[in-house]
């Protein structure tokens, strides 16, 4: 059975929440932290406890939906099982991710607040990267097992995310076009899958 959340965290998720509403109604630079607080039926003072700007509480956002999806995998390396199959596995939730409209919405709303500010963008793709850590502890893992190339994780991790989102999520986000197909995600997958793991596997 499932402990009840804390109060403090209750209201975290509440922020969250609240927040998530109105970057996606309003966009990036109309949306207040009071507005937000507003919205949670929580303190202006609760949200800053919680958040210290609003561009960390927007890359909270981001992260929280992922880490949704992502708690459902196990992010561990195993050693008796393939690369591609634990690969796999990580692929067809991050698909999942960018096939939900939400997470396009919010996508959409950063890319517009960052092309106004390079800073912030830093600020934004720092604190994501942070996120990335479980991918590439798995790699070095992996390569402390002798089963994937020497190389930088954050480079590789770059690179595979890259190839899914070439069709999962910028015609998506530039040209509107809608989310994959269950056929065509499977797809995407296996092929990325392919030219990855051409690239950097080691088969014993």
């Known amino acids: 059975m499932t402990a009840p959340l804390r109060l403090t965290d209750r209201k975290r998720e509440a922020i969250i929440q609240a927040a998530i509403e109105a970057f996606r109604a309003d966009g990036f630079e109309a949306t207040s932290m009071d507005k937000i607080a507003a919205k949670a039926e929580v303190s202006k003072r609760t949200v800053y406890n919680h958040f210290p700007s609003k561009e960390e509480l927007f890359a909270e956002i981001m992260h929280h939906m992922w880490a949704k999806s992502a708690a459902q995998v196990d992010m561990s390396y195993h050693s008796d099982r393939s690369l591609r199959e634990q690969l796999r596995e990580l692929l067809v939730l991050k698909l999942h991710l960018l096939s939900e409209n939400s997470f396009l919405d919010l996508a959409r709303v950063a890319i517009a607040a960052t092309i106004h500010s390079p800073e912030r963008a830093q600020g934004m ?3 994501l990267a942070e996120r990335e850590e479980a991918f590439n502890q798995w790699i070095r893992d992996a390569q402390a097992d002798g ?3 020497p190389v930088d994780p954050a480079f ?3 690179q ?3 190839l899914l989102k070439t069709f999962a999520f910028w015609p998506q ?5 809608p989310p994959l197909d269950p056929s065509t995600q499977s797809r995407v997958i296996e092929s990325s899958l392919d030219l990855f793991l051409a690239g950097y596997e080691i088969v014993k």
């Open 147 to 149: 089963t994937f190339k």
């Open 173 to 177: 986000i530039s040209l509107g076009q």
């Open 125 to 127: 793709v720092a604190r």
């Open 156 to 158: 590789a991790a770059a």
């Open 160 to 162: 595979l995310h890259g």
